[in-house]
Each structure stands twice: as C-alpha cells, then as structure tokens.
C-alpha cells in the first residue's frame, strides 16, 4: 500500500487536473456562442435569456450537490459531474432555437455548478491533510485551463464545425475523466479516513454563529465574482470608448486581468504561508480597490491596463480563500453556499454596471468593482473578530502550518 504522502501527492494532481478541465471545458463552450447564436438565429435578448439556462442549472444543483457529496463523498460526486460536463458539452450544437438551447444549458449549467462544488471540497479536505494552504494552485489550473482552452477555441474556429469543436471536448473531457477520476476512487478522501465510525454516521450540525460566518464567507466570494463577471464584459468597452483605444487593445484588457488573477494563484500558497488568511484577504481587497479605482479613472489607456493588472492580482486569492474557509467550518454544505453566492456574484457584475452605466457612464459604474473590493476587506477584517470569538479547534503546537489556516493570521 502506497504511504500516506504519496497518496495525498497523486490526489493534489488528480484535483488539479479536475479543475484545469472545467475551464477548459467551460471557456471552449464560450468562444463558440456567437456560432451557436448564428445556428439558432436567436435575437441578442432571446440568446441572453438562453445563456440563464447555465446559470439557473448552476446555483439550483448547487445546493443539492452539497448534500450527494455529504452522503456519497466528494470525490465519487466530482467524477460523475465531470462526465456529465464533458457530455453536456456537445448539446448546444444539436439544437435549432433558443428554447432548445436554453435547456441544454441548463443541463450543462447543472454539471458546471456540480462538478465546482464537488471538486471544491474534496481540495478542502486536501488542505486540511497537507497542512499547507494550496488553495489558490487548483483554482491557478481553472484559470490557466480556460486561457488554454480559449486560445484553442480561438484556433479552431475557422477550421472546425461548432459540433466538431464541442464533441472534441468531450472527448478530451472523457479521457482525462478517466485518468484522473481512477485516482479519486480508488484513494480514500483524507478527511473521510480521520473520521471515527461515529462522526461518519452523524453529519455535522451547525450553530448559528458558525452558519453566519459561512455566508460571510459567501460574500467574500460573490464581492469577488462581482469584479471577474464585470470585467469579463465591460473590460474591452471600457478601453475602446472611454479611452480610444483600437479594438486588439481594448480586448487586451481582459486578458491582462485574467493573466494578472493566474499569476496572483500561482504565488497565493507562498503568499497564504507569509501572511495567512486575513492578511491576505485584507491586502488583496485593497489592492484590488486601488487597481480598479485606477482601471476604471485613469485618463491614460495605458494606465487603465495597468490598473486591470494590479486588480487581477488583488483579486486572485480571494475567491479561494472564502471557499476554503466555508468548507472548513461546514464541509460541502459551507462550499455549496460560498460557491452559490460567488456564481450570484458574477452574475450580478454585469447587468448592475450596464444599469449604472446607462444612469451615469460606464467608468463610474466599473468603480461598484473598487467598491465590493473594499468591502471585502472590511468584511475580512470582521470575520477575524467574529472567529476569534467562535468554537476554533484545540491549540497546536507553534510552528504547525495548519494553525494559520484556522486562525487566518
């Protein structure tokens, strides 16, 4: 029998892999909507009300996802959601109106939302065995398997059908399920074979105080969401109309920013193990309050891209850091509710600033990003008094990296 730490290794590579898939997977679904809204001829509003499928498919499995990894495991769940997600990757193709589309999406919003937070709380648990805050690398391989799976899309779109593109990811999505989905079920979860008979049999029961710091915790994330969903959409705008510049410049700007937020989780583990938690929560928000302040003001077009940088890299490793400590204090329950309110994030970024653009401009509407960052910090600031105050874990001994994890500082 392989030891422990061996055991722990090959798990750490089958997660990463996991979450390098879903970006992959969800950013080649992405640069193949306008061939799809070709397809169906949706009307830009009938595609938009089509492309709320994955989202509503998305936060309704969410929650229940939640409670399937509370009863079969984490890692069975991830593997089932990512066979789901690489099969649901070839529907949108197959329809011919926005109804039908809408549907299939719902169908792969539900494998998205299901497969993040199985995945999720099985590094939860990772984290909790290693005794190192690792965190921000799974979700630093999200990040750099959408840019890959972008850059290939981008690629293959003169060459390769919409269908051909899509079932070549599942294919793809299949094969690399397979691999690594052997290694999650054949390596007990950490978490599962520390437990004594008795805690396996009765799930955890939460109080008030430590269900308030999970929505906490769930709000965290969605301020961050908020940041990634508005940028995703406003980013290019914001350059080409604001700030003159050429339409290759202006979609540099977000690329920047996602560059900028991979950068920020490749380092987030040294950073987590140098500060901790709450520091890092602190120093993130505010820098991302500083960069979008400068992103969304700046008169120069230069500046502004200067801004999205510093604002990627506040961001980074705010997202991870809330999901992780909402699994601490309650499992996927807690992972379930910090991820449904992140993806409510994202979703409200952008229709919130197209609003408050339309009322006063476009650059004081992207200053609600600056706005939510600096919220996040006060709220990270808070959290660290409230869990001062709540049920923490037996004191270890000086020294142990876990501590910080726990304590955040």
């Known amino acids: 029998m392989p030891d422990n730490l061996s055991d722990l290794t090959r798990l750490r590579v089958a997660l990463t892999v996991f979450f390098a898939l879903d970006g992959f997977i969800f950013a080649g679904w992405v640069v193949r909507i306008p061939a799809i809204k070709q397809q169906t001829g949706a009307s830009a509003s009938a595609l938009g009300l089509a492309l709320l499928g994955v989202s509503a498919g998305a936060v309704i499995t969410m929650m229940l996802t939640g409670r399937l990894c509370r009863r079969y495991g984490n890692h069975p769940v991830t593997v089932i959601c990512g066979i789901l997600l690489s099969l649901s990757v070839a529907l949108p193709p197959l329809t011919h109106s926005p109804v039908a589309l809408g549907a299939v999406l719902m169908i792969f919003g539900a ?27 799974f979700h630093a391989a999200f990040s750099l398997g959408g840019m890959t799976g972008a850059g290939l899309g981008g690629l293959v779109a003169g060459s390769l059908s919409p269908a051909q593109h899509l079932l070549g990811l599942t294919a793809i999505g299949l094969l690399v399920t397979l691999f690594a989905g052997r290694v999650l079920l054949r390596i007990q979860p950490p978490a599962l074979a520390d437990r004594t008979p008795h805690e396996e049999s009765e799930p955890r029961r939460l109080d008030t105080r430590t269900r308030g710091l999970v929505i906490t915790f769930g709000m965290i994330a969605l301020c961050t969401a908020y940041g ?150 006060a709220i990270a600031l808070l959290t660290r008094r409230a869990t001062a105050g709540s049920h923490q874990p037996p004191a270890e001994p000086a020294g142990q990296p876990s501590s910080r994890l726990t304590n955040g500082a």
């Not at 299901?114 to 690398?137: K, T």
């Open 111 to 137: 494998a998205y939302g299901g497969i993040n937070v199985a995945f999720n709380s099985a590094a939860v648990d990772l984290v909790a065995a290693l005794g190192r805050p690792i965190m921000p690398s």
């Open 228 to 377: 990634e969903g508005a940028l995703a959409d406003w980013s290019a705008l914001h350059l080409e109309h604001d700030l003159n510049a050429t339409s290759g410049v202006a979609a540099a700007g977000f690329t920047c920013f996602a560059l900028a937020m991979t950068i920020g989780r490749l380092t987030g583990t040294r950073l987590l193990e140098r500060l901790g938690q709450t520091r890092t929560l602190v120093c993130g928000g505010s820098t991302a309050t500083v960069g979008m302040l400068l992103g969304a003001l700046a008169p120069s077009l230069w500046a502004a891209l200067l801004g999205f940088v510093i604002t990627g890299l506040g961001l980074a490793n705010l997202f991870p850091i809330a999901i992780e400590r909402a699994g601490t204090l309650a499992g996927p329950d807690g992972v379930a509710v910090a991820s449904t309110l992140g993806y409510g994030g994202m979703l409200l970024g952008p229709p919130a600033i197209g609003f408050m653009a339309d009322w006063f401009s476009l650059p004081t509407g992207l200053t609600s990003v600056a706005a939510l960052a600096a919220a996040a910090t």
